[in-house]
């Protein structure tokens, strides 16, 4: 392999310039340079997202095709080997999924929660109003200094502690060293009039910086979901608690391994866990520096991060050894991990900001359900609630705020764009809607309103319900071959969902057999673990009042079809409410009120985990689920009825 | 000048070799090598203290003598052009350190308290007592951990949690996320026995580290006196209290400016501050490299650290910027700096250690004065009290447990050895003790009875006041050319107090004229600051039921004849007790005993500063001081009529 060192790489458009690493592949070049390109396989050149265009210059595209290579490429295979220029095509890029991470749904309770009546709305807006009672993790208060005299002549220190109490009643604040470096040309070039940024800590406070007046200070923050498969960050003002953007990607770890067991044991070999840490911190680093950057605001100026992710992903950002969570007894360094320093892990933000990662409960049930508890709000109820979170592993959740007890089984990343061929995330060019025509055709919506790249999950629940509902599909996921959609592919009947005229890939969008398969089989594993729970707690679907459902489908979920399909039991529909990516709306009430950590962790102290691997009926469950909507019509009676099957 | 870079330098005896880097000079490269050499000049080619020989290669001895050099050379001005290898005569030395740096006293203190009765050291037992109740800034602690089971599958922080709670009552320790990163395999590897390295904070405790078990943990701290001239390092064992060695140098920031206010200006310069920083902490570590080397003892099992200085040498130590502490209204950045970890100021050491600085009162009035008053235990008593540090700048306190007032006067380092062509620290080798006997010759002891190589403070002290004594000085510090120990030399007369032939360097020790006048000029600060203060408050001399001595005159002082020189005032001899480095052994009770630091805290709060500078009267006390032993002996009724002259 010819391998170049520092060999000039120009990304177009915008012109960013990078001085790459040896042999250094043009993906994790353009992670480096800033420029995340699309893909769901991790860099290992199979779901071929990450095409670009080598306008100048020459590659090593080493594994797929060997050789030197110019023109298209895959970005995740080709070795950078000399200086060259390459454009991304629009449909590689994911600066879209900016607008499509759940935010929406957040600021609406933020700036007009009276127009919101449902009960779990109300719940939600009321954790929102605690964090006017205990405060975002840090944030940034006014501070007019009197300059020193011979009658004040209190230190720098002193005069800070002293005028944090009298201005804003903080007693015994800590000043970390480096703060105190700095304060003495800070508090003399602004006149004394500054901004002190201050982070809550175990007992207090601690000033993490101090800011130039007049004017308000500029204190931000993030809210990230570490998913298996998906990393989503959302930037925050911490002074308002508005969203200003959000940016997702595939999580870059997926290249070591698509499962949390796959990486645990990669997490084993000799620099692995480092390879882990610093794929997913890297990643977003890149993604915090794109959100930024829109934004017009200095890295430095953020400074909370709350973190949410199940144990593995929250043991593999901070560098955690994760090896005896898979051993017996299961064992996770931490469930509630220490607050830190974003320079102890590596986050490139302010070196002070607090990093706090939600708490979570075992090995298997993360800070990422814990956050999904806190956000739908079932743990301050007396209504038994049941929460179903659709990620790759999939988790239940049953009680109220007298009990909980959770569960959690693999149900692989297909209803987040993994897996399926055409299935991608909530992202621009995604299909989120699919509707059969009564003329028999296939009608879709995209995110942005833009051509179709791929179809996320709420588009492959709508897609398998309307195929099923069509009569298109059987109840066994089989495709009519005579249907007006369905053609012979190279693998059987498969959907055309978009022809490639229509796409912005120029490729055709389709759902084939396979991607069927992966399908079922994760809504029966979602299914059935939440099924087996309930009964395992004596507890009838019909007794339970309230079903949040969370998981990155898209910015809404219709759940009729979800229902339809079998994924979520057949309960009245009122009773369910889809709540998006609850895990980083934990997160965020936790980046917004510390108390959320709190009852975060009461949330962690009160659930039990009831272990379905080991129980001998989930199989028998799994089974039984892996039918539209299921083997056992009396579960799903209106759903059949609807679909006049038989 | 001729640079070579990576060049092999090997130093004898011991063989230790280092890559040199480019023009560095053999005095550098000696300290980096871990092997300091002796100097009071900072490495300015004037105190000829740092002789080595070249026995193999060449080197550029470029500023005193220029050309290639070989044989003897001043490492401070030979710069390295190849490999060679160069032997360290004993002179040249500084291993002889460790035994004489006060450390002495405070272990008897803590051996056999019952044996000493005067008050003062009853105090101070009743200080070494404190650390019994409220115990060292970091220790370790014996855990042995039930090994997690299916029926007790906490993670392991939170099992480490729930024992340093069951087995030590330790509620809501702090757990860094370092420590829960290398948790997993120590705890294991160990068979869940171990060590709890823990450190004090505000309020709790934080686990800074795991050491395997089975067996006691190691834990232990340094004790540290920088002072403007010399710094001083005790190494401590943290459970058993006992100093296992100490080691002291010169101050390398010496080059950079002999006082506080030129180091000041030098911290002002661009990149000036961190040539201040580093070489006091890259000294610092060097030292403790020796120390740890020689008690066999690894750098991270040194886990707290207690430094005392005056304010313009802690801001320098940690990185603060001290401009303003010379500029009107002369504001420092802290008086009371914050606790901070080892690897936040560079010390090599446990990266985690707690770092804390003796807390002090103002820009002139440091953590090395209040270090002094917790020491002598004058804040705890109703007696009336003086204390008076010789220094380079000399204190002097006079208070009780009700009031405390303090001043500051530039004295020089005389008394250190600086400033005088023989003068050297406490080291082996210096003349500690001199008397003229009947017959008019000198006699004298070496510190560790080896062949002399310089005179120490104490040393100072005895000659000057032999000479007068004998009346072969007069009260002016003239010396009689007549006199038998007095001779002709290039600067004047000259005493000869160790000829060529019986010292280790085979140079003359001498004291000449000049050296004179600087003690003369040393003893009239201190003792007008100390008369001024006493003047200023309305208290007589014979008011003053106690005085405190501290100063780097070696192990012991003759208070005699430190008032017939009039270095300190006539009082009963009783009333006065020498009590060594009164710094390092604040710093050590500040080591072995949390609640010290509150002490010299308060101490700080009750402390006012008086002045002097702007006094119109110093300079007519300093005036009448420049006599021996004063111009008004009325105040020295006792020490005139001794010396019976005129």
Request: glycine fraction near 14%; hydrophobic fraction near 40%; charge should be negative.
């Given at each position: 392999m010819a391998v170049a060192v520092g060999s000039r790489v120009t990304f177009e458009p915008g012109g960013r310039v990078l001085v790459a690493e040896a042999g250094q592949t043009l993906l994790d070049a353009a992670y480096a340079a800033g420029v995340p390109l699309d893909g769901v396989c991790g860099g290992r050149g199979i779901c071929e997202r990450c095409k670009v265009v080598v306008s100048h210059g020459t590659v090593d595209a080493i594994e797929a095709r060997g050789g030197r290579a110019t023109g298209e490429v895959l970005a995740c295979l080709a070795r950078i080997v000399g200086d060259i220029s390459v454009e991304i095509p629009e449909a590689s890029?994911?600066?879209?999924?900016?607008?499509?991470?759940?935010?929406e749904r957040w600021d609406q309770l933020m700036s007009a929660p009276e127009e919101i009546d449902v009960v779990h709305l109300a719940r939600e807006v009321a954790s929102v109003a605690e964090r006017f009672a205990d405060g975002p993790l840090a944030f940034a208060l006014p501070l007019d200094l009197p300059p020193p005299t011979l009658d004040d002549c209190l230190s720098d220190a002193a005069r800070l502690a002293r005028e944090l109490q009298r201005q804003h009643g903080l007693r015994d604040v800590g000043v970390p060293v480096e703060v105190l470096r700095a304060a003495p040309a800070t508090l003399r070039e602004a006149g004394w009039e500054v901004n002190a940024v201050l982070a809550r800590t175990t007992h207090g406070h601690q000033l993490i910086d101090i800011q130039p007046g007049p004017g308000p200070g500029m204190a931000f923050g993030l809210a990230i979901d570490i998913g298996t498969t998906t990393v989503v960050v959302h930037l925050v003002d911490l002074g308002t608690g508005v969203t200003l953007g959000a940016a997702a990607a595939v999580n870059r770890q997926v290249r070591f391994g698509d499962d949390v067991i796959s990486r645990i044991i990669h997490a084993g070999e000799p620099g692995g866990l480092e390879q882990l840490r610093t794929a997913i911190v890297g990643e977003i680093n890149v993604l915090v520096g794109t959100l930024a950057r829109a934004h017009d605001i200095a890295r430095d100026e953020i400074v909370a991060v709350a973190v949410a992710g199940n144990t593995t992903m929250t043991h593999l950002f901070l560098g955690l050894p994760p090896a005896e969570i898979r051993r017996q007894p299961y064992i996770p360094v931490a469930t509630a991990p220490p607050t830190c320093h974003a320079s102890q892990v590596g986050l490139r933000v302010h070196p002070r900001a607090t990093v706090a990662s939600m708490p979570g409960v075992s090995g298997w049930v993360g800070g990422d359900i814990t956050a999904d508890v806190v956000a739908c709000g079932?743990?301050?109820?007396a209504e038994l609630s049941m929460l179903i979170d659709v990620g790759t592993n999939g988790e239940t959740v049953i009680g109220n705020r007298d009990f909980l007890v959770c569960c959690a089984c693999s149900a692989g990343p297909a209803f987040e764009g993994g897996g399926v061929s055409s299935g991608m995330r909530a992202a621009g060019g995604a299909i989120q809607h699919v509707e059969i025509t009564d003329a028999g055709s296939l009608a879709y919506e995209t995110v942005g309103s833009v051509p179709p790249r791929g179809i996320c999950g709420s588009g492959l629940v709508d897609l398998l319900a309307e195929l099923l509902r069509a009569g298109y599909m059987d109840r066994a996921g089989q495709l009519r071959a005579d249907a007006p959609v369905v053609r012979e592919g190279p693998n059987g009947p498969e959907v055309l969902v978009a022809a490639a005229d229509t796409t912005m890939t120029g490729r055709d969008i389709t759902l084939d057999s396979a991607d069927i398969e992966n399908l079922l089989r994760a809504k029966a594993a979602v299914y059935a673990g939440a099924a087996l729970l309930a009964r395992r707690l004596g507890v009838?679907?019909?007794?339970?009042e309230r079903i949040y459902v969370a998981g990155?489908?898209?910015?809404?979920?219709?759940i009729r079809k979800a229902i339809l399909i079998g994924l979520l039991p057949e309960?009245?529909?009122?009773?369910i409410t889809f709540i998006g990516n609850g895990s980083v709306a934990g997160a965020k009430m936790g980046l917004l009120a510390k108390s959320v950590r709190r009852r975060a962790i009461e949330v962690g102290r009160k659930m039990t985990y009831q272990e379905?691997?080991?129980?001998?009926a989930f199989h028998e469950e799994y089974v039984s689920a892996m039918f539209f909507p299921h083997t056992d019509r009396g579960r799903f009676p209106l759903a059949c009825a609807s679909l006049k099957f038989d």
């Open positions: 890029r994911i600066e879209g999924e900016q607008i499509l991470t759940g935010m079932m743990d301050r109820t009838s679907m019909s007794d339970i990155g489908f898209g910015a809404y979920l219709d309960v009245p529909l009122e009773r379905l691997s080991v129980d001998g």
